[in-house]
């Protein structure tokens, strides 16, 4: 199972929004809405940002959002703050009943 | 709360077996799967397989088919990534994770494998 393609990078200013993509197949990310993102900052486990495409956990800012259109899913930033650069992956159930993560974007706030 | 506590660091000579631990408490452990994923340095995490904590149902990536055994204690509350045959490039974080619906809700800390000579 391949990775799935997201940008290595992405950045932006304070305050702006940015998006970032996932690309898979008909076989994950077009076939299921079980794509989630999770955010990682240095030296740490990851966190789960968002489910199911477009649900927020409890306590995750309403700053991120989720979306999906055929086989690419994607993450939107809105508000951009220092606190967001970090690593993001997205995920994906797959038709094997298995996961496949993304290839992970590096947000940076200018 | 919710914890998973991973087993530490471990050290290994190329073609040897490691066995990290992953230690749930705060939730009923057979009522949800424990994922495991692997981050070698720099890179990207990476997806290895899951085992069903109830009924011990797993599955594999493809990719560490053969390698790879996962296993669980339910007296214990535990879970374990059994990973053979190490060679350099398995040098990496392993993490567990706990599913609920799709996603993975709860991480543990990490266990760093190193395998040199």
């Known amino acids: 199972q391949s990775a799935l393609t997201q940008p290595a990078s992405v950045s932006g200013s304070p305050g702006q929004s940015i998006a970032i993509s996932c690309t898979g197949t008909?076989?994950?990310?077009?076939?299921?809405?079980?794509v989630c993102w999770y955010q990682q900052q240095p030296g740490k486990a990851p966190k789960l940002m968002i489910y199911?495409?477009?649900n927020r956990p409890s306590g995750v800012s309403d700053r991120f959002s989720g979306s999906k259109s055929g086989n690419t899913a994607s993450l939107t930033i809105s508000g951009l703050q220092a606190e967001d650069e970090a690593d993001y992956y997205c995920?994906?159930?797959?038709?094997?009943?298995?996961?496949?993560f993304g290839s992970g974007t590096k947000v940076t706030v200018l | 709360q919710v914890l998973l506590v991973q087993s530490g660091t471990e050290v290994k000579k190329p073609g040897a077996s490691v066995k990290v631990s992953c230690q749930a408490s705060?939730?009923?452990?057979?009522?949800?799967?424990i994922h495991w994923v692997r981050q070698a340095p720099g890179q990207r995490l990476e997806w290895m397989g899951w085992?069903?904590?109830?009924?011990?149902?797993?599955n594999y990536s493809q990719k560490f088919q053969g390698r790879l055994t996962i296993t669980r204690d339910t007296s214990a509350s535990t879970a374990y990534m059994e990973l053979s045959s190490l060679r350099s490039e398995d040098t990496a974080v392993f993490y567990c994770?706990?599913?609920?619906?799709?996603?993975?809700?709860?991480w543990g800390q990490g266990t760093l494998v190193s395998v040199s000579s």
């Open positions: 705060g939730y009923t452990f057979t009522n949800y799967a």
């Open positions: 994770a706990r599913r609920i619906g799709r996603a993975l809700d709860y």
């Open positions: 085992i069903n904590t109830g009924n011990g149902n797993i």
């Open positions: 995920s994906s159930f797959t038709n094997s009943n298995t996961d496949v």
């Open positions: 008909s076989s994950d990310v077009g076939g299921y809405n079980h």
């Open positions: 199911d495409v477009s």
